[in-house]
């Protein structure tokens, strides 16, 4: 199960395994209230990115296509791939400190992560009637 909550909201036990990724320390946040387990910039979106959405809801759209190909670069690949395993088996929560809760980069984090899980979750399936099919129809 994966979820979102912003950094300025009181951690609860129900948060789980606790993940900042926005590439600035939330404004004002202090490191023991965050109550995070890891801090993951490399999720965080480009600089560039950033700025050309600058949190603009009316950019939404573009922000989310051009947002999730940077996420599909190798080390943001491979921390989505984690926290989507811990998501199998606990609960993740985002974290991130923008105002605006719904036009977030946490959000996309979150859908990317819950996709993962989906396909990960279809994956098994599709190998075993793959490997029964093969061993009938192969030749020995």
Known sequence: ??????????????????????RLWPRGARKERLALVAW??????????????AHDPDRWKGFVERYRRELRASDARERLDDLARRAARDRVT??????????????????EIAR???VARRRPARRLAGRSRSRVSSPR
């Open 1 to 22: 199960m994966v979820g979102t909550k912003r950094a300025y909201e009181t951690p609860g036990r129900s948060d789980g395994y606790r993940v900042l990724i926005d």
């Open 40 to 53: 993951a910039k490399e999720l965080a979106p480009s600089g560039g990115l950033r700025r050309w959405f």
């Open 94 to 111: 985002v974290v991130y400190g923008a105002r605006d809760e719904q036009h977030d980069d946490a959000v996309v984090v979150r859908d």
């Open 116 to 118: 993962r899980l989906r």
